[in-house]
Each structure stands twice: as structure tokens, then as C-alpha cells.
């Protein structure tokens, strides 16, 4: 078909661009591009080596915005937790991308504008969500509305429904018309956010916290890096918890991160727990929140004992402190 020429040269194109694949979308790449970056001193866009574990797409997520007062003084509901998911994830949004969202709010009788309010958004967010209970009983289906419209969802749970079985997002996106495509990035991003505000603590919540998330000068490489999760200082042998239910998607030990293990809780949320000293639990086994997987320990690449605990959204490490609700302590009588 080819010529002997045009083949060589087709394949050495094919050999070029999966040596290009792999040095930009595998671990080992990653690993590479990590180490050029330290050996020449310059910043690399390498993803976080447990990104490639978790098994979530990498659609970015917006950045959060502060949580209420009432909401830093108690655990907040999931319906609570949901419109604050959806108003942050409207926030983020393209202007033409929260139209589906302002018509319904017009039908609602909810002023549109008040969805974006940073004092007013998370009650008209709530009311928006709530009118919409009764046709979406799901969240999934209430937030596929929000973002791609009531026309538009009702079509897709109505497929799902006659394929059977439950109506997740990922299973309503296929089933929106043409053109709606990308209204599934808004809700999956709301999905998640919503998620993450559930989670629980990995230790006591009193435990200090020795390293916070953000750029700092590592303590063992002297280089100024991103620390992508918090360092919570315990003793060697205290009991690592799962944050929320989940499975376990790694159980493994390297020189860098020690005992790890990597939860996926679904909806684009994933934990990372590093530095212990015994794994409780193999990978595919499912955990549920609460319920001990590990012990804290100093393996790895470590100054000391300590848990070093890692929150990312969409395969992107986010600050957990960013969705800390009521810090209490371990008998629950006092609030901070």
C-alpha cells in the first residue's frame, strides 16, 4: 500500500508521538519531566504522580469560595453542601454556560442576578435546587438540569430510566441531546465540590498541622515546591480513617511517599494518605467513612513521623482546610 520509504517514515511519526504521549500523560513521564525540572532549576507542568492513580478525568474544578459562618460552626446538610457546589461552580462558569441555570431560576420566581450574589447566591441556589426536587428526585438529575436545562435533562433521565438502573452523571451526559455536550462539566464540578464539603478528617482533629498545602521550601530537597496536601503531625501506629466511603484504588509503597494508600470516593473526589507505617486495607477492597486503613507511620521520604494527607478534585490537589466545616474535638463537645 505504502512505499517502503513512506512506511519507515510513518513509523518512525507513530514512534515519536507515543514517546510524546508518554513523556507527557504516563508517571514515568512525569517522573522525568519532575526531574529535569529539579536538575535545571526551572517550574514543570507535571502532574502530581498520585493524579495517575485516582481514575478521574482532569477536567479542572473551580476554586471554592469561602464558606458561610453558619457552615464553619456545624456539619452541613447534603442539601446544603449541594447548592454551595452548584453557586461556586456557577461562579466559575462562562457567562453563556449558566444560562440554562438564570431561565430556570426566572421560572422559579428567584431573581437570576441573586445566584452569583456572594451574600444571597447560596440561599438562591438552595431554592433554585429545591424547586426542582419534585421532576429530579436525584442530585445528579437536578444538577444535569441546572446546567444543561429542564428540557434537555428530562429527555436524558427519561433514557437512562428506560435502560435501567441508577441515573448518575456520567450516565445522563450520554444521553443529552446534541449540543449539551459540555453542560456535564459545570455539574460534575458542583458534584464534586459538594462532595469534598462532606468529607471527614483522616486523624483527630486537633492533630497539628506541621506543613500546610501550597508552595513552601522542601525540608529534605531545599528547593521551593508545591506541597500538594497538609502534614498532620501524630505518632507512629495512630489510626489513619477513611474520610468517607470509597475504594481503595492504591495500596503501595515507594521512596518518596512511603505507605500510601489512594481512595476514590467517586464524583471526582479522591484522598491520598502517605508516610504510614501499616496499610490496613489491599487495593479494590471498599472502605466506609470512619473505618481504619492504615497506621501513621515515617516511611519514605519523611523528616518525622506525621500523616500526610492529600484532597484532589478532577485529578487536581486542592487545599482540604478550603472545605473544613466545625473542627471539633474527638468527643464532639466542643466547636471551634
Known amino acids: 500500500m505504502f512505499a517502503r520509504r513512506a512506511r519507515g517514515l510513518l513509523d518512525f511519526t507513530f514512534a515519536l508521538l507515543c514517546v510524546w504521549c508518554a513523556y507527557h500523560h504516563t508517571p514515568a513521564g512525569a517522573l522525568l519531566r519532575r526531574m529535569g ?25 473551580p476554586t471554592p469560595g469561602a464558606l458561610p459562618p453558619s457552615m464553619l460552626t456545624r456539619v ?24 440554562p441555570a438564570l431561565a430556570l431560576a426566572r421560572e422559579a420566581g428567584i431573581a437570576p442576578e441573586t445566584l452569583l450574589d456572594p451574600a444571597k447566591g447560596l440561599a438562591a441556589t438552595r431554592r433554585l435546587l429545591d424547586s426542582l426536587a419534585r421532576d429530579f428526585p436525584s442530585e445528579e438529575a437536578r444538577l444535569t438540569a441546572v446546567f444543561a436545562g429542564r428540557v434537555p ?45 462532606m468529607l471527614g478528617w483522616p486523624v483527630s482533629e486537633t492533630a497539628m498541622v506541621t506543613s500546610p ?10 528547593t521551593r515546591r508545591m506541597h500538594t496536601g497538609v502534614d498532620l503531625s501524630v505518632r507512629t501506629g495512630t489510626t489513619v480513617s477513611a ?77 482540604p482546610f478550603g472545605f473544613r466545616t466545625a473542627l471539633r474535638v474527638a468527643d464532639g463537645a466542643t466547636e471551634l
Open 243 to 319: 474520610v468517607a466511603a470509597g475504594v481503595v484504588r492504591r495500596a503501595s509503597e515507594d521512596s518518596v511517599n512511603g505507605r500510601v494508600l489512594v481512595l476514590d470516593h467517586g464524583r471526582g473526589v479522591t484522598t491520598a494518605y502517605c508516610h504510614n507505617s501499616e496499610l490496613l486495607v489491599k487495593a479494590g477492597t471498599r472502605v466506609e467513612k470512619g473505618q481504619a486503613i492504615a497506621l501513621s507511620g515515617n516511611t519514605g521520604r519523611s523528616t518525622g513521623p506525621h500523616l500526610h494527607y492529600q484532597l484532589e478534585l478532577a485529578a487536581r490537589p486542592v487545599d
Open 213 to 222: 498545602f501550597g508552595y513552601r521550601v522542601h525540608p529534605t530537597l531545599r
Open 37 to 61: 525540572a529539579w536538575a535545571f532549576n526551572t517550574r514543570t507542568t507535571a502532574r502530581p504522580l498520585l493524579a495517575y492513580y485516582d481514575g478521574v478525568s482532569g477536567t479542572s474544578v
Open 153 to 197: 435533562a428530562r429527555f436524558a433521565m427519561e433514557r437512562v430510566d428506560a435502560e435501567g438502573g441508577a441515573p448518575t452523571l456520567e450516565r445522563l451526559a450520554k444521553q443529552l441531546p446534541p449540543g449539551f455536550d459540555g453542560s456535564s462539566v459545570g455539574a460534575a464540578q458542583a458534584l464534586a465540590l459538594s462532595t469534598a464539603l
Open 76 to 99: 452541613p446538610t447534603s442539601a446544603e453542601a449541594l447548592a454551595w457546589g452548584t453557586h461556586s461552580a456557577l461562579k466559575g462558569l462562562e457567562p453563556k454556560a449558566r444560562e
